[in-house]
C-alpha cells in the first residue's frame, strides 16, 4: 500500500539527502512525511533540545506518534508544526503490512478508550502512599531500638519505591493528561517526599525511550566505570556520551570495576538512589541547560532534606540514625534493579539511529529489540508499578498504568501475526539474565587492555586528519 501523499510545491527529498541535515546549526527532521527545519527552534522545545539532537537528520514519525498523542501535548505539538518552518517533502516508500497495522492498532487504542485515566484507580494509589508515609513518619517517631527501628525504615524504603512508579507516570503526562498539572502531581512525589528531581528524570528518561540501549545516546545503560552491558562501551578504550557531553574512559578503575561487575551488581543498586540525589542537584544548579520550576524544585529538596533530617532526630541514638538512613536507602534499591532489569540483558546498537528496520519499522522494532517485560499477576502487579510491562509502555508511553495490560494483549497479537517477538519472562529469570549478561561482558574486560585517552580509537576518531 502506497502512503497518501498530498501535492505540494515543496522540494522532494530522500532519506539519505534528510540524513545529511543532522547537525545543531542544521537540524532537519521529518514528521508524517513533512520534513521541519528546527536549527532554530530546538532550543525551545518543551522536551528539551536534546531529544530533538537525537532524531536529528531522521524520521521521526513513530517517536512524534508515540508522545504527543491527543492525551497530553498532541494538539498542542500538531498545531506548533503549523508554525515551524516546512521545508521539504519526504519521499516515502510504500507503507508496510506491519507499520500499517501498527497505525491502525495505535487508533484504535485511542478510539477505545485505552487512554482515559481511571480516576477511582489513581485515587486508591494515592491513599496507599498516604498510609505508607504517615505510618513511616509514625513508626520513625516512635523507633526506640534496632528491631523497631527496622520496621520503621522499612515502611520508608516501600514508600520511596511507591512512590516513584507515581512520579514515573507522571513524567509521562499519564496521570492527567494536563502537563502541567502533572508535574505539580510528580513534584509532590519526586522532590518534595523523595528528593529526586523531576526535572531532571524527565530530561534523562525520555531520551533513554527516544533512544533506548543504544551505547553512544542513551543515558540508562552509560554507567561506566560501575557497570558495561556490552563490551562496545569499552572496547575502543573510550566512548563518547551525547547525552552527558563527556568521554567514559576504561582506565584502571574502570577495568577493576568491570572485571567484577556481575558481583557488584546488587551493592551497587542498594546505593544507587544517592547517585539520583547527586543528579537532581547536578541538572538543578546547572543554569546553563534549560529547566522548566527550577527554583520550585530547589526549594521541594530543600524542604525534603530539612524534613528529613528532623525525622532522623527523633531516633534516640546516632547508631540507629544511621541504621535507618542507611537500611531505607539500601532497601529502597529494588527500585534500581526494577528499572535497569528491562533493558540491561537485552541487545544494544551504536548511533542515533536503529540499524535493523526497515523505514517506517524503527521505532517499533527497536522498542521490541531493546526492552522486555516481567511476568506479573494480580497478586504482585502493586509491587512492580508498571514497570513490569515496559515493552508496551515504551511503545505507549502515555497509557495510564492500568490499561496497559490490555493494549498488552493487542500489541502481542500484531507482533504474533507478524512474528515479532515480544519478550517477556519471570523476575528471578531476568535477574540471572542481567547478571549473565554483566558476567560475560566482565570476561572481556579482563581480557582488554587499558589505554589512555590519547591512543583511544575515539581519540582518532575525534582528531582524524585528511
Known sequence: MLRKEKKTNKPRITLEELYTH???NDLWIAI???VYDLSKWAISHPGGEHLLLNMAGQDATGVYNAFHTPHGSGFKADKLLKHLLYVADLVSPPE???SRDFRELRNEVDRDGLYVTSVTYYTILCSWLAVLLVTAIYLTIHAIDVPTTCLSLSVVALFFQQAAFVGHDSAHNGITHHRKTDIIIGMVVGPLLSGISTAW???SHNAHH??????????DIQHVPFFAITPDLFKGGAIW???????FHFNTIAKFLLSYQHILYYPVMSFARWNLYVQSWLLLLDFKTKTDFRILEIFCLFTFWTCLLYLLSFLPTWPLRVTWLVGSHMLAGILHVQITISHFSMPTYTGPTFPRAPHGEEFIRQQLFTTMDINSGPGNNWFYGGLQWQVVHHIFPRVPRHNLPEVKRRLQKMCKKHGLVYKSMGWWAANKEILDTLYKSSMVAREQKVVSFKHSLLYSGLNAEG
Open 96 to 98: 508496510s503490512a506491519l
Open 210 to 219: 527516544v533512544v533506548t540501549n543504544s551505547v553512544t545516546h542513551d543515558p
Open 32 to 34: 508524517e512525511g513533512k
Open 201 to 203: 528524570w524527565k530530561r
Open 22 to 24: 543532522k547537525q545543531p
Open 241 to 247: 556520551s551525547y547525552y552527558h557531553r563527556r568521554v
